[in-house]
């Protein structure tokens, strides 16, 4: 950009005749000093520019070669002393080139634009999904840009058509006809402001509501006193994704810098929503997908309580690695299945599903606890593949009830060892050697038999559980685990599987760790 012309002084006489002029009316006006000396200042300026205490007036200013030039024009009078002639100042004027300012202006109008555009971004990155995203754009438009209210439209399930997602007003403010008007319309391509909008793909302006045909909802503007709209839509390349429009009880200008950002905008926010809306879906696959690797509800055991807490690990992990099932089987017998993949996502998940339904099939052809962990081994070794080692860690516990005795069988895969709670709040570890799973073909796996005294606690879990890091890196532990047992002795399944978890997460509360997967099961006879 040019640099803008400096500022011409110029001075009259008390008969409004020019005494002085500096050098810069030339880059200004086009005039030399001298041509203008003696003139009446109304051959540069109109006559209703009058001299008012410093004011400054925005007038259009005569160029030499005769067109008009916008200039900002500041005259002040200037005192007149005792004896003071004709010749001597009267009027004290400053000349600045409008058009530069006007420009300068407006620049900093698209630079406020922006950084408010910036702030709605902003906000928008904090939002966790694509649906919580929607629900603040529209009030952190309003708030950022100035605008009292504002509705949100949306292509329909169909696609053909946009129908209402969302209206907003400022605090203290209400448009009840508008939002009532709105409930019920829908617009196709073409039709009213919202329907330009997709058709045109870029903002549409209706400065005055009342007035403009292309407004269909006028009774209703004109009962909530509504003047002014702006709309604009959010793209994904060529996909609309939705139209906003803004509200304004001012009539107001919108002028084409706003225009420009707002498109500029829609775009933006457009491609930052259809990736929130997109791994919103991923997440809720992965959601699905988790819950399939989990049973939707745990059974009955006659005289056995039972619970269980699963927590997903660190952030951004979407599908993870831990599981754990309770099922009958044909003898009477119950087994109760704990495991813990090596790693996470979708190639994890994949190992899990393979372990969980390996050891379900192998547990139904009647085998013990060491039979079916080896069924599981023999199942992930013909599945390994090519890379890093994939392995699996798990607990098999086959509980009976029989004639009022509770006995179970238990055997571990590299798995930490179940706790036993008695009565007496003692808390012993079931001991059972076996090496991990999809490691070594032919391992074998001990089985240890337990006899389970009534009132007392079985606890299987994951390692995520022990290893749970405070901020310093100090691990919950083994041994914490076992002070919580003995201090909830007494407590029901679901009370001490709760207190187990509110342990672990204050450990882990404000800790600069990642967090494992953590699922726990728990016994109670």
């Known amino acids: 950009m040019p640099d803008r012309p400096a500022d011409a002084v110029v001075v ?6 020019i005494t002085y002029v500096d050098p810069a009316i030339s880059a200004l006006l086009g ?10 200042l109304t051959d540069l300026l109109p006559a209703r520019v009058r001299a008012d205490d410093g004011a400054t007036t925005q007038t259009p200013a005569r160029h030499a070669d005769g067109h008009e030039v916008s200039v900002d024009v500041t005259l002040a009078p200037v005192e007149q002393t005792a004896g003071a002639g004709p010749q001597d100042p009267a009027v004290v004027g400053v000349l600045r080139d409008a058009h530069t300012a006007a420009l300068l202006e407006r620049q900093l109008q698209v630079s406020r634009y922006l950084a408010a ?11 966790p999904d694509a649906d919580v995203a929607f629900e603040q754009l529209l009030p952190t438009l309003c ?9 949100l439209w949306q292509p329909d399930d169909g696609g053909g058509r946009l129908a209402h997602a969302g209206t907003w007003t400022a605090p203290g403010e209400a448009v009840p006809a508008l939002q009532g008007d709105t409930r019920v319309r829908s617009f196709g391509r073409g039709e009213g402001v919202p329907g330009l909008v997709w058709q045109r793909r870029r ?3 209706v400065e005055d509501l009342w007035t403009d045909p292309v407004f269909i909802r006028t009774a209703a503007v004109r009962a909530d006193g509504v003047r002014t709209a702006v709309a604009f839509p959010f793209l994904r390349g060529d996909t609309l994704l939705g139209v906003c429009e803004l509200f304004s009880f001012d009539h107001r200008a919108v002028p084409s810098e706003l225009q420009d950002v707002l498109a500029s905008a829609g775009r933006q926010i457009g491609q930052f929503l259809a990736r929130l809306r997109a791994e919103s879906d991923v997440r809720r696959l992965a959601d699905t997908l988790q819950r399939s690797l ?4 745990l ?12 927590r997903a690990g660190a952030e951004g992990v979407l599908v993870g690695g831990d599981t754990y099932d309770v099922m009958p089987l044909a003898d009477g017998r119950w087994m109760l299945f704990i495991a813990d993949v090596c790693g996470a996502g979708a190639e994890a998940a994949a190992m899990t599903a393979l372990t969980r339904h390996t050891a379900r099939a192998a547990a139904s052809g009647g085998g013990d606890p060491g039979a079916v962990l080896a069924a599981v081994n023999e199942a992930l070794l013909r599945e390994q593949r090519p890379g890093p080692l994939r392995f699996v860690t798990a607990c098999c516990l086959i509980l009976r009830r029989r004639a009022g005795r509770t006995t179970a069988q238990v055997a571990t895969a590299g798995h930490p060892a179940p706790l036993v709670r008695t009565g007496d709040a003692t808390v012993t570890a079931i001991e059972a050697i076996g090496l991990p799973l999809g490691v070594l073909s032919d391992a074998a796996y001990e089985v240890v038999d337990v006899e389970l005294p009534r009132g007392a606690t079985v606890l299987l879990y994951t390692d995520g559980v022990t290893e749970a890091r405070d901020d310093d890196g100090v691990q919950f532990g083994e041994e914490r685990l076992a002070d919580v047992l003995r201090r909830t002795a007494g407590s029901s399944a679901d009370e001490t599987a709760e207190a187990v978890v509110a342990e672990v997460e204050a450990q882990l509360r404000g800790s600069r760790h990642a967090a494992d997967d953590r699922a726990l099961v728990v016994v109670r006879c």
């Open 12 to 17: 009259a006489d008390t008969q409004g005749r």
């Open 31 to 40: 005039y030399e000093p001298s041509d203008v000396l003696g003139r009446p």
């Open 117 to 127: 555009i910036q702030r709605v971004t902003e906000a928008l990155t904090a939002a």
């Open 143 to 151: 708030e950022e840009l100035d605008w009292d209210a504002a509705i």
């Open 203 to 205: 903002p549409v302006v």
């Open 294 to 297: 989990l049973p939707s509800h």
């Open 299 to 310: 059974p009955t055991i006659p005289g056995v309580e039972l619970a269980a807490r699963y």
